[in-house]
């Protein structure tokens, strides 16, 4: 449909469109909302509101009063994006029961709407930097034990049966004393994948150590949020982090360690560094995909940062918006899309095909539909009868003209030669051969928005399914766990340490 010069499209709050003169048009009530007063962090009544363009949050607090934040800068963005809403995935197994609501009764209960595509296992609360921008709470008094960590695992495997990848992190996971003995207890043949998040100064420090994390096939993500010295010291503190971080990626290259670059992003400090970032990730083969995450201003760290406006923050589609001007045109704001396996507001993505003249996002040769099965309930490409539907239709639309793209011969060739290597005529490989293949062929661009007090909302927990995986066998969403739980961890409070003390939060 065409839209005039003076006539807009707005939803009603029934999120169907209506017609009104542009020049009346100030604000418009989108939708409501469950969310959280961001001053005494009690649940309260919200609203969605569209002005000028932008998605507002607006929260009404019986005692501390109004408030507002930014949740989408581009409203176009948000309104399409719910049209990207998948039915979810439930798991095998629920930890807690319905009885006080979102997000009290965390665990996963019956009304979480998505399993657990990427559970977190938080291994200690010891860390070796005191991120300003950091979102947790280390508190330096907790190191998981094996006992628990085994638990944990065991518990993943019963609620999920099978999972593409688990991640490591902390505090600092590296850390932890017993670090190799844990990755040796999560080699699971149920798991595809075993992740470690990590500051990089142990891999900045030893090429042994990466050597052992790439003999036990771990994936790292490292955290780079900028190429420049200044940046990262705003947003990681003192010190020479760009050295290291650039040791590190020496490191993980020689020892063909299989890598992730995660950057946070901050309006006004290193968003005009995206490009940089984008630019790794396509020279480098070891660097296996790019995760951007807009800053959440909570945590010990992070509700300290700033100045902060919540009115003037990074979201999703100012990321998507970056792409072109800072890669020359190589990704466009089109190559982009919500992640169906979660709410639309938590996740983007993109998938790049690998060919002999450079990476070709997914999004231009495949069939919308289809590329939708492809990522929907997962947050990793999965080398399944979806993704191969979704490969064939793209060499047929390919060999038909019906996508016209500037070299088609060499997207056709590349996807031939996968097909012929992932699914070969006289056998079939295991899953974890297919995975190898793919990710050979394929990157992955992210950008995952976590929330804070001001941002928080019910309906995106629901849909969560990144899950911290605790001690006692529950999968908390991330944000309900930082915003609500965390601090009450029992792990966190004082010397402690074991799972003997672990009690659901009151």
Known sequence: MSQSDDVCMIPNPEQRFIRTPRAEVLEVFHSFSRSMCPTCRKLVDGQRIIRDGQVILRKQCPTCGKSEALIS???????????????????????????????????????????????????????????????VQNRH?????????????????????????????????????????????????????VSISTN????????????????????????????SAPELRVLRGSGDHRAARMRALENLEQANVRTTIVSTVARGVNDDQIGECVKLLYENDFIYSLMF????????????????????????????????????GALTYSDFMPLPCSHPSCFALTYLLKTKEGMVPFPRFIELEKYLRVICNRGTIRPDENLEEAVRGAIDDLWSGKHQLPDP?????????????????????????????GEGAVKTI???????????EVDRIKKCCTHYAMPDGRLMPGCAYNMFHRAKDPRYQGDVGSATIWQKDG
């Open 200 to 227: 990089g100064l142990k891999l900045a420090a030893s090429l042994d150590f990466c050597k052992e994390l790439a003999d036990r096939g771990v994936y790292v993500s490292l955290q780079l949020d900028a190429l």
């Open 141 to 193: 008094n907790y190191n998981m034990t094996r006992a628990e960590f085994t638990a944990v695992v065991d518990g993943l495997i019963e609620k999920e049966g099978t999972l593409d990848t688990i991640n490591i992190s902390g505090g600092e996971p590296t850390m932890h004393p017993e670090f190799m003995d844990f990755l040796d207890i999560a080699k699971r043949p149920e798991i595809s994948r």
């Open 446 to 456: 992210f950008i995952h928005a976590f929330m804070d007090e001001h941002t928080f």
């Open 409 to 437: 011969d060499q997207i056709l060739g590349t996807l031939k030669h996968l097909l012929r290597l992932m699914y070969p005529a006289d056998r079939v490989l295991e899953l974890e051969d297919r995975l190898q293949i």
């Open 73 to 135: 800068s581009d409203a176009e963005w948000f309104l399409r994006s719910l049209t990207f809403l998948a039915r979810g995935s439930v798991p095998h197994k629920y930890s807690t029961e319905v009885k006080d609501g979102c997000p009290t009764d965390c665990g996963l209960c019956p009304s979480h709407e998505q399993h657990s595509c990427l559970p977190i296992i938080e291994i200690t609360n010891h860390c070796n930097l005191d991120c300003p921008i950091c979102i």
């Open 293 to 328: 995450q807009p800053a959440a201003y909570t945590g010990y760290g992070g509700s300290h940062f700033g100045p902060h406006d919540p009115m003037n923050i990074i979201t999703i589609p100012d990321i998507v918006r970056a792409f072109e001007p800072q890669t020359a």
